[in-house]
């Protein structure tokens, strides 16, 4: 593996005509981690990713891997390993052919062709053609592609799409295993759910614009559970509250809600304290409402 | 450059494309070969008033082996055409280009290695192609004309140039598909300029005293004259240029093509 690189992404603007797909977006993504680089289709994170790459001409601004831009680096394919599109494969080429083609550019032997495509699970179906492939066994592909030349940076986009549950754990267990080796690790996705379990860092783009940059776990601070009550004494709800240190928000209808608490321990304290409830709901905002709720996508109302 | 050469030949040899066209180049020339050294020898058996009036171009001896040989080029070139030009809209059709370039983000070696290795298929083609001609003519100019004249120096220098010849047109293949990038565009324009424009515009232009000159230029007249000979020539086409000057016309026209490969196509945004 090359030196351990950041990725820089410098005000990078790309417009398309009058459509800004990227909008002045500023992020780093760091070594040693996985970040998930998140955004509703169309947000703009493969078109920032592509000029990351040196595929599209930013309109201004620049990416960086480590000190350059791509398209400046001395070993290109040994620094970054990408895969942008799990469909780019010749239908009629077999999956080891498609490795080969690439590796003397890339700088290995063929015996490495073969080392990844066991290790990414398709030595049995290496000497097939790919246009018989299923879309999990092309991400397979895509990202032994992305690895051939053990780079220090791994870029991937929608790496999850199209993978079987035991795919996506295998696919989870192996981007930590690059974190862990010191790699930089990016990982697109419009599903915050399929990353979440994987993500060190979370980059969050919707727009074109950076919504939220910050730890998965500052991310999760932002959600904030809370729980309407609703009770024929309201005032006993309130007085147990006041009790337990809940914080409390009787409304109109009687409803009681109660901030940074779930459903269960309210009511296993209203049962010990015998009092008398008509419904119990958690409507607090889940990691999923809060990635809705940033990329400006209405959250799902709770039905009353 | 050698790392972006050697892939590229992976690629090439890694698809059944290019020797399905290649059986099919050489069924057809096979066919051809066999049909105009049929048409040369029964032309030469008649006198030259029932030859004309039948159509048939009268030669003998040499320079009907000579002429059958020559054919390769003009009635085959389209093969070379598009088996290069897959070289470049395959990547584009099947998206490709995007690892192809990521593992050489060099475009001018990109463009360059493909040239190369399209010279070097070229050359295979080109044997192939020529020995699809001969193996169809020399049998029946052997038996029904005046011999296949496969001991003759002329004749064989002849055959070297068809190879070299065959070998520019899948050179000039790659370039044309580098700039169309579009397959089913490449394959369209390869086949209509081969088999309509070119042939048309070579008889419409001799037969313009202005434009006489012209035609010599059109990229199958320049191959012609690599070959120093030309089918066209026979049926009353306007003289041809030197070998030499056909040779830079068709590098002209790979040049062309290659720099727009390099310059528009590649300069764009891919994906």
Redesign the interface.
């Known amino acids: 593996m090359t030196a351990p690189a950041a990725v820089t992404i410098d005000r990078l603007s790309k417009h398309f005509g009058p459509v800004k797909a990227v909008d002045d977006l500023s992020f780093t993504v760091r070594p040693g981690a996985v970040t998930g680089f998140l955004g509703p289709n169309g947000a703009g994170k493969?078109?920032t990713l592509?000029m990351l790459?040196?595929?599209?001409?930013p309109t201004s601004g620049r990416a960086l891997i480590g000190d350059s831009p791509?398209?400046e680096?001395r070993q290109?394919?040994q620094t970054?390993g990408?895969?942008?599109?799990a469909?780019?494969?010749?239908?009629?080429?077999?999956g080891l052919?498609?490795l080969?083609?690439?590796?003397?550019?890339?700088?290995v032997r063929e015996s490495r062709c073969h080392e990844l495509l066991e290790l990414v699970g398709l030595d049995q179906a290496k000497k097939r053609r790919v246009g018989g492939y299923s879309m999990g066994m092309r991400q397979r592909l895509a990202l032994a592609?992305a690895m051939l030349g053990d780079p220090a940076v791994v870029i991937l986009d929608e790496p999850a799409n199209g993978l079987d549950p035991q795919g996506i754990v295998w696919l989870r267990q192996l981007l930590r295993a690059f974190a862990d080796e010191g790699k930089t690790v990016l990982v697109s996705s419009h599903v915050l759910s399929e990353v979440q379990s994987t993500v060190d860092d979370v980059v969050i783009i919707a727009k074109g614009r950076l919504v939220h940059e910050s730890s998965l776990s500052d991310l999760r601070t932002l959600a904030a559970p809370s729980v309407e009550v609703l009770s024929p004494t309201p005032q006993r709800v309130l007085e147990l509250a006041g009790t337990q240190q809940w914080r409390a928000e009787p409304r109109h209808d009687g409803v009681v809600v109660l901030h940074d608490v779930e459903a269960p321990q309210v009511g296993a304290a209203a049962f010990a304290a015998n009092i008398e409830l008509h419904r119990l709901s958690d409507v607090g905002v889940g990691l999923e409402d809060v990635f809705l709720r940033l990329t400006g996508e209405p959250t799902q109302e709770v039905a009353q | 450059m050698s790392a972006a050469i050697r892939g590229e030949f992976r690629k090439f040899l890694s698809t059944r494309m290019w020797w399905i066209l290649g059986l099919a180049m050489f069924a057809y020339l096979v066919f051809l070969g066999a049909v105009m050294a049929f048409s040369f020898a029964f032309g030469s058996t008649m006198s030259a008033g029932e030859a004309a009036s039948a159509g048939v171009p009268q030669m003998s001896g040499e320079t009907a082996a000579t002429m059958t040989y020559s054919l390769t080029s003009p009635l085959g070139y389209v093969f070379p055409l598009i088996i290069g030009s897959l070289l470049f809209t395959n990547e584009f059709r099947h998206q490709t280009i995007t690892p192809t370039l990521l593992v050489e983000p060099r475009r001018t070696i990109l463009v360059l290695a493909k040239l190369v290795v399209a010279a070097i298929f070229g050359v295979i083609i080109g044997v192939l192609a020529t020995a699809g001609t001969v193996v169809g003519a020399s049998p029946v100019l052997a038996l029904m004309g005046d011999g296949s004249y496969l001991g003759s120096g002329d004749v064989w220098a002849l055959i070297g140039w068809s190879v070299v010849v065959m070998a520019l047109w899948t050179v000039l293949g790659v370039a044309i598909g580098g700039l169309l990038t579009n397959q089913v565009a490449a394959i369209i324009v390869i086949i209509g300029f081969t088999q309509f424009v070119e042939p048309i515009a070579r008889v419409a232009l001799g037969a313009v005293d202005a434009l006489q000159g012209v035609s010599a230029y059109l990229p199958g007249a320049a191959a012609d004259a690599v070959l120093g000979t030309s089918f066209f020539g026979s049926m009353g086409e306007t003289d041809l240029l030197s070998r030499w000057a056909g040779g830079l016309v068709m590098l002209a026209y790979i040049a062309v093509f290659a720099l727009g490969a390099r310059f528009v196509t590649l300069r764009r945004d891919i994906g």
Request: glycine share 8%; charged share 15%; aromatic share 10%.
């Open positions: 493969t078109t592509r790459l040196g595929l599209v001409r791509y398209l680096l290109p394919a970054v990408a895969s942008l599109e469909s780019a494969f010749h239908p009629g080429r077999s052919d498609h080969r083609m690439f590796a003397p550019q890339v700088g592609y």
